[in-house]
């Protein structure tokens, strides 16, 4: 139950940062800049483009704040080989997944935590077609995940291990902004 509660809360994040940086460029404000002060020294404290990735491959007895901490342009240098080390021990028969990677350049995209978002096509974290677009409200990332992991070439193998078996939010999204559904 808590980790559905974290996934919602990181949704929220997402939502409130996407509805507050516009990717639109009609935002009829006629041009108008506000002045930002980016002056001051900070320290980025975590980061979850992809639920469970560093749960999951974050090595045990390594910190998990250390990976929340590391920047993106240096996630893949560091993490990459604990990371397959990790995806061969969870899966020794890996291969490729259905995105046709092998154990090197999965645990590439894996090891470096951003979110992609597309400005002109579908937004969706895997739909059978689109990639890592973005992600969407009613994406299922677990189960795209665990599919990745372990489904093998076609996404078909260790049929088990592909689902987690929440096959939507427990209330429905709303149809108007911020899209989230009803507090409990």
């Given at each position: 139950?808590?980790?559905?509660?974290?996934?919602?809360?990181?949704?929220?994040?997402?939502?409130?940062?996407?509805?507050?940086?516009?990717?639109?460029?009609?935002?009829?404000?006629?041009?108008?800049?506000?002045?930002?002060?980016?002056?001051?020294?900070?320290?980025?404290?975590?980061?979850?483009g992809r639920p469970a990735i560093n749960t999951v491959f974050v090595a045990s007895g390594q910190p998990k704040d250390?990976?929340?901490?590391?920047?993106?342009?240096?996630?893949?240098?560091?993490?990459?080989?604990?990371?397959?080390?990790?995806?061969?021990?969870?899966?020794?028969?890996?291969?490729?997944?259905?995105?046709?990677?092998?154990?090197?350049?999965?645990?590439?995209?894996?090891?470096?935590?951003?979110?992609?978002?597309?400005?002109?096509?579908?937004?969706?974290?895997?739909?059978?077609?689109?990639?890592?677009?973005?992600?969407?409200?009613?994406?299922?990332?677990?189960?795209?995940?665990?599919?990745?992991?372990?489904?093998?070439?076609?996404?078909?193998?260790?049929?088990g291990l592909t689902k987690d078996n929440v096959n939507k939010n427990d209330k429905d999204f709303t149809a108007a902004?911020?899209?989230?559904?009803t507090a409990w």
């Amino acid at each position: 139950m808590s980790t559905i509660k974290n996934i919602k809360l990181m949704t929220l994040a997402l939502v409130s940062a996407v509805g507050a940086v516009s990717c639109d460029k009609n935002d009829n404000n006629d041009n108008a800049t506000a002045a930002v002060d980016f002056s001051g020294t900070y320290t980025q404290q975590d980061q979850m483009g992809r639920p469970a990735i560093n749960t999951v491959f974050v090595a045990s007895g390594q910190p998990k704040d250390d990976f929340n901490g590391t920047i993106p342009s240096e996630m893949g240098a560091k993490y990459r080989s604990v990371f397959k080390t990790r995806l061969l021990a969870l899966n020794s028969g890996y291969t490729t997944n259905a995105l046709t990677l092998n154990a090197d350049a999965f645990t590439g995209v894996l090891a470096t935590d951003v979110l992609g978002v597309s400005t002109t096509g579908k937004t969706t974290f895997f739909d059978g077609t689109n990639v890592l677009t973005g992600r969407a409200l009613g994406d299922d990332v677990i189960d795209t995940e665990l599919l990745l992991i372990f489904g093998g070439p076609n996404g078909t193998a260790n049929a088990g291990l592909t689902k987690d078996n929440v096959n939507k939010n427990d209330k429905d999204f709303t149809a108007a902004f911020p899209y989230l559904a009803t507090a409990w």
